[in-house]
């Protein structure tokens, strides 16, 4: 399973980067608000500092809700390096962005997907992957993993090449039950990363390593 961080923060981005387990990163208008980055030449020169922390796909997303506005959008978003991956929303003018894009070989990231037929038409479109939105769905009192596992299931069963990002990841469990039922990747804040990590008999029995250590020298 391929882990990317959820953030524009580039601190974070950094300390995820450090761990050596960091495969990519997304960001949204939400998160790059969240870094005070809106004016429009300062967001391209935000995408490119996190393309230099990571080697690894870099969602960045359009503003645009018009076709020909999302082309342009794409297109510059595409040049400014190698890893960028263009994140398109769930809207029928973006499931025909992503269809130029694909054909014209620019990666593409189709978001706020909340049904599994939403996801179809990302696939038949050709995004490279769709994003998603577990934690929003699961605050509405419905089942976001649930959907996560249709989605791989009914990508199998046609063999699309579109990968499913599970996104709006908000614990540690929710990153292991998409890994048990085979996303292919989860985007996750910092805090669920890093959580992964915790477990107190870890903890206990390192403590318990380190004093046995040190009465053994007498
Ligand atoms: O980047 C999209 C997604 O991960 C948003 O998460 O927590 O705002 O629902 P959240």
Same mark, same amino acid.
């Not at 796909?57 to 020909?68: C, D, H, K, Q, R």
């Not at 593409?108 to 038409?121: D, E, K, M, R």
């Not at 004093?211 to 053994?216: G, R």
């Given at each position: 399973m391929n882990f990317f961080i959820d953030t524009a923060n580039l601190e974070q981005i950094k300390e995820a980067a450090q761990l050596g387990?960091?495969?990519?990163?997304?960001? %949204?208008?939400? &998160?790059m608000a @969240?870094? !005070?980055?809106? #004016?429009? @030449?300062?967001v391209l020169q935000h995408y490119v500092d996190i393309c230099n922390l990571v080697d690894g796909?870099?969602?960045?997303?359009?503003?645009?809700?018009? =076709? #020909?506005g999302m082309i342009k959008e794409g297109e510059e978003l595409a040049a400014l390096h190698k890893n960028i991956v263009v994140k398109v929303p769930m809207i029928a003018e973006g499931i025909k962005a992503i269809k130029y894009f694909s054909d014209k070989g620019i990666k593409? %990231?189709?978001? &706020?997907? =909340?049904?599994?037929? *939403?996801? &179809?038409?990302a696939a038949k479109a050709g995004a490279t992957?769709?994003?998603?939105?577990i934690?929003?769905?699961?605050?509405?009192?419905?089942?976001?993993? *649930?959907?996560? #596992? *249709?989605?791989? +299931?009914?990508?199998q069963n046609y063999g699309y090449a579109t990968e499913v990002l599970a996104a709006s990841i908000r614990n540690p469990l929710h990153i292991l039950k998409c890994a048990e039922i085979g996303a292919d990747i989860a985007t996750c804040p910092l805090s669920s990363i890093m959580g992964l990590f915790n477990h107190p008999l870890t903890d206990i029995?390192?403590?318990? =390593?380190?004093?046995? +250590? @040190? %009465?053994? @020298? !007498?």
């Open positions: 387990v960091l495969d990519g990163v997304t960001t %949204n208008p939400s &998160l @969240k870094e !005070g980055i809106s #004016e429009p @030449k300062a796909p870099v969602s960045a997303e359009v503003i645009s809700t018009n =076709f #020909e593409t %990231n189709c978001t &706020l997907i =909340f049904s599994a037929g *939403q996801a &179809l038409l992957m769709v994003s998603p939105f934690g929003r769905i699961d605050d509405i009192n419905w089942d976001g993993v *649930q959907l996560i #596992e *249709q989605i791989v +299931h009914i990508y029995g390192l403590a318990k =390593f380190l004093a046995d +250590h @040190k %009465n053994s @020298k !007498g």
